[in-house]
């Protein structure tokens, strides 16, 4: 059973540029979850998918957006990218309405702006 | 506001001694509380879920337990593959807020 993957692992992108990460959740999941690392601090959230609608937003731009498709795969896009964009982005797939749920994490992409 | 806190941000033990990792948290409606452990450039990995006060949970050497304000994970003997961040994170409705963790070092 393939876990949570995200591609690609590493990306430099210029300043102004524009971005986008790809997730495919744990076979089973339909909610995907992205999350911003930046060195030394815990995940703080993006956004939250389910049924192809942004269900849940944290304290990010409009630059920030993101799909998910009917197989529940999903894309983060970030546009104008900053030189404070840089971090590893996480996502994490779900079960909805199980209660507290349970996020399996993929492995993140690295994106480093220059 | 909803906010987790996470105690040391850093500790390094020798191997066989047993420590704990505090998470102080205040959130509206907890409907969970997680850890996980984190490896150098990789995404977190699952330990435990905790849904109510008095409930403990155990896997191996750590163990985790909850109060209405705080959670602990107790680290018994541990070894040098143990080493990682710690990351305490709470669900309050659909989002999860991630504290920013304890960096456990242990040395052989």
């Known amino acids: 059973d393939a876990g949570v993957t995200q591609s690609p692992t590493h990306l430099i992108k210029t300043r102004g540029q524009q971005v986008t990460l790809r997730c495919s959740p744990k076979?089973?999941?339909?909610?995907v979850s992205w999350y911003q690392q930046a060195l030394g601090q815990g995940p703080q959230f993006i956004f939250q998918y389910y049924e192809e609608e942004e269900r849940q937003r944290g304290n990010f731009p409009d630059r920030f957006s993101g799909h998910q498709f009917p197989n529940y795969s999903s894309e983060l896009n970030v546009n104008a990218l900053l030189l404070g964009d840089s971090a590893l982005y996480l996502c994490a797939s779900s079960i909805s309405d199980s209660g507290a749920e349970k996020a399996f994490f993929g492995q993140g992409t690295r994106l480093t702006v220059v | 506001e909803d906010q987790v806190t996470q105690s040391p941000e850093a500790l390094r033990l020798q191997e066989g001694e047993s420590s704990s990792l505090n998470c102080s948290y205040t959130?509206?409606?907890?409907?969970?509380l997680f850890w996980y452990r984190q490896d150098p450039g990789k995404g977190p990995e699952f330990l435990f879920t905790l849904y109510s006060a008095g409930e403990e949970k155990e896997k191996e050497r750590l163990k985790a337990t909850l109060t209405k304000k705080e959670s602990f994970l107790h680290i018994t003997a541990p070894k040098p593959e143990d080493s990682a961040t710690y990351l305490c994170?709470?669900?309050?409705?659909?989002?999860?807020?991630f504290g920013s963790g304890t960096r456990l070092s242990i040395r052989p």
């Open positions: 076979s089973g999941h339909d909610t």
């Open positions: 959130v509206s409606g907890l409907r969970g």
């Open positions: 994170a709470v669900q309050s409705a659909s989002k999860i807020i």
